[in-house]
């Protein structure tokens, strides 16, 4: 009796710490797990971000080119205006004087 008693008790005390092993090794995966979704989603964050940030840089670049090529046509326009009409250029220079401050300050 005494040694089933023994040997009881090692079991008892081995399937509770199997158990408790088993309980350990499942939270671990699953906090791994959850913090692998979790990292996974920050780099998903990030990379969307940074896709985004290029774009807009590519959009301005863009914008700030076509802008740039738009002030030289009218200035060479400006320019073609004043060699074959000097009475129409001055007309819209002063045209141009009375309404950019209306668009700046309506802005």
Not at 4 to 27: G, I, N, P, Q
Not at 36 to 44: F, K
Not at 62 to 67: D, E, N, P, R, Y
């Amino acid at each position: 009796r005494n040694r089933k008693a023994r040997l009881r008790s090692v079991m008892t005390k081995f399937m509770s710490k199997a158990r408790t092993m088993a309980f350990h090794t499942w939270v671990a995966n699953a906090t791994e797990s959850r913090d692998r979704e979790r990292t996974d989603d920050i780099q998903n964050e990030s990379e969307r971000f940074y896709r985004t940030k290029m774009y807009t840089g590519l959009c301005e670049n863009q914008l700030a080119l076509s802008l740039q090529q738009r002030t030289e046509e009218l200035q060479s326009l400006q320019e073609s205006i004043e060699k074959l009409d000097p009475v129409l250029h001055r007309k819209i220079c002063a045209l141009n004087a009375a309404v950019v401050p209306l668009l700046s300050s309506s802005s």
